[in-house]
C-alpha cells in the first residue's frame, strides 16, 4: 500500500499530454457546466462535485490539519519512486477505460485530472499562494480502489471533491529557500520540459 505522501508525489509526476508549464498559462475554472455534456448521461451530475466555476478544485479552501507526529519527507531511491509512479499512472489509465465507455466522456475526465495536477505543479513552485500539501483523508481511501481479486472497486467512497483540501497535511523536510528556491526549481523545469522535448536547452561550449 503507498503512503499517502507517496500517492500525492506520484500524482503530481504523472506524464500528462500538455506541459505543465502550458497549464499554468492557460488554465481557467471559468464557469462553464459539463453536466450532461453532449447528451452524455454519464456526465449527469458531473458538476456536482467540485462545483461550476472549480474544473480541477483548485479554489477549494485548504485547511492544515495539526497532527501529534509530524509527517516528514524521507528521500528514498530514484527508481523505487519512478516505478511507483508508472503504477499510478498505468491505475489511472485502467479506471479511465475500463470504467468510462465513451471516449469523449474520458477526455473530459482525464483533462479534468490533468489540470488538477498543473495546479499542484503550480503549488510546488510556490505560485499559487496554496500550502504545499495533500489531504490525508482523501489520500488514505487508496486501498479502497481495488478489489480482492485486483479488479475495480464500483463503491462511492464516501467524499466529494468540494472536500479535498479540508485536512491538509504538509510534510516538514522540504529544502524550499525563499531565496535560492525559485531559480533552482526554474531551473529543474526546464530541463525536465527539455528531456520530455517540450523545450530546447541552449547549446553548451567547453
Given at each position: 500500500?503507498?503512503?499517502?505522501?507517496?500517492?500525492?508525489?506520484?500524482?503530481?509526476?504523472?506524464?500528462?499530454?500538455?506541459?505543465?508549464?502550458?497549464?499554468?498559462?492557460?488554465?481557467?475554472?471559468?464557469?462553464?457546466?459539463?453536466?450532461?455534456?453532449?447528451?452524455?448521461?454519464?456526465?449527469?451530475?458531473?458538476?456536482?462535485?467540485?462545483?461550476?466555476?472549480?474544473?480541477?478544485?483548485?479554489?477549494?479552501?485548504?485547511?492544515?490539519?495539526?497532527?501529534?507526529?509530524?509527517?516528514?519527507?524521507?528521500?528514498?531511491?530514484?527508481?523505487?519512486?519512478?516505478?511507483?509512479?508508472?503504477?499510478?499512472?498505468?491505475?489511472?489509465?485502467?479506471?479511465?477505460?475500463?470504467?468510462?465507455?465513451?471516449?469523449?466522456?474520458?477526455?473530459?475526465?482525464?483533462?479534468?485530472?490533468?489540470?488538477?495536477?498543473?495546479s499542484f505543479s503550480s503549488?510546488?513552485?510556490?505560485?499559487?499562494?496554496?500550502?504545499?500539501?495533500?489531504?490525508?483523508?482523501?489520500?488514505?481511501?487508496?486501498?479502497?480502489?481495488?478489489?480482492?481479486?485486483?479488479?475495480?472497486?464500483?463503491?462511492?467512497?464516501?467524499?466529494?471533491?468540494?472536500?479535498v483540501g479540508n485536512n491538509?497535511v504538509v510534510a516538514a523536510?522540504?529544502?524550499?529557500?525563499?531565496?535560492?528556491?525559485?531559480?533552482?526549481?526554474?531551473?529543474?523545469?526546464?530541463?525536465?520540459?527539455?528531456?520530455?522535448?517540450?523545450?530546447?536547452?541552449?547549446?553548451?561550449?567547453?
Amino acid at each position: 500500500m503507498f503512503a499517502p505522501f507517496v500517492l500525492v508525489l506520484a500524482l503530481a509526476s504523472v506524464v500528462l499530454s500538455s506541459p505543465l508549464w502550458q497549464r499554468r498559462e492557460i488554465r481557467r475554472n471559468a464557469d462553464v457546466s459539463l453536466s450532461n455534456w453532449g447528451g452524455f448521461q454519464s456526465l449527469n451530475g458531473f458538476d456536482d462535485f467540485n462545483g461550476v466555476g472549480n474544473f480541477d478544485g483548485s479554489n477549494n479552501v485548504q485547511t492544515v490539519v495539526v497532527q501529534e507526529e509530524q509527517t516528514v519527507c524521507e528521500v528514498q531511491s530514484i527508481e523505487v519512486i519512478q516505478q511507483k509512479l508508472v503504477v499510478l499512472r498505468e491505475m489511472v489509465k485502467k479506471v479511465i477505460t475500463e470504467q468510462i465507455c465513451e471516449v469523449e466522456v474520458q477526455t473530459i475526465v482525464l483533462e479534468q485530472f490533468s489540470s488538477g495536477i498543473g495546479s499542484f505543479s503550480s503549488d510546488l513552485l510556490r505560485q499559487s499562494g496554496r500550502q504545499v500539501g495533500f489531504d490525508s483523508n482523501v489520500a488514505s481511501k487508496i486501498s479502497q480502489l481495488v478489489n480482492e481479486d485486483g479488479s475495480l472497486s464500483s463503491s462511492d467512497l464516501g467524499f466529494s471533491g468540494s472536500d479535498v483540501g479540508n485536512n491538509t497535511v504538509v510534510a516538514a523536510g522540504s529544502n524550499w529557500n525563499n531565496t535560492t528556491s525559485p531559480s533552482s526549481v526554474q531551473s529543474a523545469l526546464t530541463a525536465a520540459q527539455a528531456a520530455a522535448g517540450f523545450v530546447s536547452l541552449p547549446s553548451q561550449t567547453a
